[in-house]
């Protein structure tokens, strides 16, 4: 960020919220397309998530490097079974929507989008405040992609939070089992929910 606020003059936290609609733009959009038009949901973490950077350091496009970490939404069985004859007899991924929406939220919109913003916030190049209302508009105008997941993450006051510590106490291995069972989950409070007050 130093280098790109330095590059175009302007000031540290105007780039980086800069540098974050992009990210949004280039990196979480397609994946949300993805959902909302095959019915697939990448857990895209931090971890899975690779970022296409131009020469000057801004965000063009993402890419994914998990071939375990993905689900397949139960409503669009029909249509993966016609794209991928048998994906349906050989694959373990088809869930509920249910868990779908819950897993995706985890993973893309709590500890990647979040994630990216508490990490912009703790190292004082933006106000985290400011990235998520630019989040929030970002959602707002994703909803006609057709993905659950913008409307969930603006209207629902709770999220469900995958607790590793948790999920390894109580002796739990994520790599095996049910997909819908194979980690715990707990409740937390939406920082992108608002009250309309």
Request: charged share 20%; with cysteine.
């Amino acid at each position: 960020m130093a280098k790109l606020a330095a590059r175009t003059g302007r000031p540290a936290p105007a780039v980086a919220a800069e540098w974050f609609l992009r990210y949004l733009d280039q990196v979480v959009r397609p994946v949300l397309w993805l959902d909302a038009t095959a019915g697939i949901a990448l857990e895209a973490h931090q971890q899975n998530t690779l970022v296409l950077l131009d020469p000057d350091g801004w965000p063009v496009g993402g890419r994914y490097r998990d071939n375990q970490g993905y689900y397949f939404r139960e409503s669009h069985r029909d249509a993966l079974e016609r794209r991928l004859p048998g994906v349906g007899t050989t694959s373990d991924t088809f869930v509920s929507d249910a868990v779908t929406d819950e897993r995706f939220a985890y993973y893309l919109g709590i500890n990647n989008v979040l994630g990216l913003v508490g990490a912009f916030g703790a190292q004082r190049l933006a106000d985290e405040r400011v990235l998520l209302a630019a989040l929030r508009q970002f959602l707002a105008k994703a909803t006609v992609l057709g993905s659950p997941l913008p409307a969930q993450l603006l209207d629902s006051p709770t999220l469900r939070c995958k607790a590793n510590l948790m999920t390894r106490l109580h002796g739990l291995d994520e790599l095996v089992g049910p997909v819908d069972t194979q980690s715990v989950y707990v409740t937390i409070a939406n920082p992108l929910h608002t009250t309309g007050t």
